[in-house]
Nanobody, 132 residues
């Protein structure tokens, strides 16, 4: 079946780094734009970053721009989020998701609803906690 599995979350100190991974299976990974989104305690779902199917275009939420880097290795069916200079406000459950239509960026450049229904596959999430 089509699925996404995130990993790499954990506890980091402010100013520290983590690298998240998202492995896709059951679909042609290289044909689809992807996103990272997050949900902090008591907050709604927030789009964080997006990337075109071939990795040639990337997009970032303003609060993470310059600190986070999205990338992908299509040969490994894997999406990454390198998170540097972490802040306590980055604490959240992080999810990856797949765009619905191949060969285009439907909403990968900056949108997610609170239901996430614009994307047709979501991972289970990985927890990132930034604290002393």
């Amino acid at each position: 079946q089509v699925q996404l599995v995130e990993s790499g979350g954990g506890l980091a100190q402010p100013g520290g780094s983590l690298r998240l991974s998202c492995v896709g299976s059951g679909f042609t990974f290289s044909h689809y734009s992807m996103i990272w989104a997050r949900q902090a305690p008591g907050k709604g779902l927030e789009w964080v970053s997006g990337i075109y199917d071939d990795g040639t275009e990337t997009f970032y939420e303003d609060s993470v721009k310059g600190r986070f880097t999205i990338s992908r290795d299509n040969a490994k069916n894997t999406l990454y989020l390198q998170m540097n200079s972490l802040k306590p406000e980055d604490t959240a459950q992080y999810y990856c998701a797949k765009d619905v239509h191949p060969g285009v960026c439907d909403y990968c450049s900056g949108y997610v609803s609170q239901t996430g229904q614009e994307y047709d596959v979501w991972g289970q999430g990985t927890q990132v906690t930034v604290s002393l």
